[in-house]
């Protein structure tokens, strides 16, 4: 099975703008989260959506926002960008078998630079 | 914020030796992950413990996890060059359905040949 992609990555934006990031998960798997991860806060989760709903919200501003389509591929959005958003944007997914216990699969992160 | 605080936050070591990595933690968990990341990349899992469990192994890796006393190590044995990453712990938690990951601070590894 192929891993979980996500496009693209790399990205350069200036402040102000918006950026959209994609992931696509496993074959199979439901369940979607993102995290940034940067030197200065480590990984942070951001939030995890499961069959297109957002199931759990990590501590961030409204300017960042989420989705998940019904193949459940997902995308991440942050508006109004902000210098400190410089980040690496990890996705992962993750198979629901016996809830709340199964691995999370990441695939290799977006780097956002913010000018 | 980070739930996991892991001690050292860099380790130096030989190649054949033992790699040992702690990390505690502050409130109740269901479980607690295990992740490597290599230079910057995507995280990678290694083990899985349960909050009812105090000991796992998988090929070289060994972990343990003391509840009363907040508290996680990983054990790598007879460690490699290829070992040489960053090892995080997650705590998981059940909340809305699912299982929410808070990670910890990482502890750096260096296997020298």
Not at chain 2, 13 to 27: D, H, V
Request: a positive charge.
């Amino acid at each position: 099975k192929a891993g979980v992609t996500q496009t693209p990555r790399y990205l350069i934006k200036t402040r102000g703008q918006q950026v959209t990031l994609s992931c696509s998960p496993i074959s199979g798997h439901r369940s979607v989260s993102w995290y940034q991860q940067t030197p200065g806060q480590g990984l942070q989760f951001l939030f995890e959506y499961f069959s297109e709903t957002q199931r759990n919200k990590g501590n961030f501003p409204g300017r960042f926002s989420g989705r998940q389509f019904s193949n459940s591929r997902s995308e991440m959005n942050v508006s109004t960008l902000e210098l400190g958003d410089s980040a690496l944007y990890l996705c992962a997914s993750s198979l629901e078998g016996e809830i709340g216990f199964n691995e999370q699969f990441f695939g290799p992160g977006t780097r956002l630079t913010v000018l | 914020s980070q739930q996991g605080e892991e001690d050292p936050q860099a380790l130096s070591i030989q190649e054949g030796e033992n790699a040992t990595m702690n990390c505690s933690y502050k409130t109740s968990i269901n479980n607690l992950q295990w992740y490597r990341q290599n230079s910057g990349r995507g995280l990678v899992h290694l083990i899985l413990i349960r909050s009812n469990e105090r000991e796992k192994h998988s090929g070289r890796l060994r972990v343990t996890l003391d509840t009363s006393k907040k508290s996680s190590s990983l054990l790598i044995t007879a460690s490699r060059a290829a070992d040489t990453a960053s090892y995080f712990c997650a705590t998981g938690i059940l909340t809305g359905g699912g299982n929410k990951l808070t990670f910890g601070t990482g502890t750096q590894l260096k296997v020298e040949l």
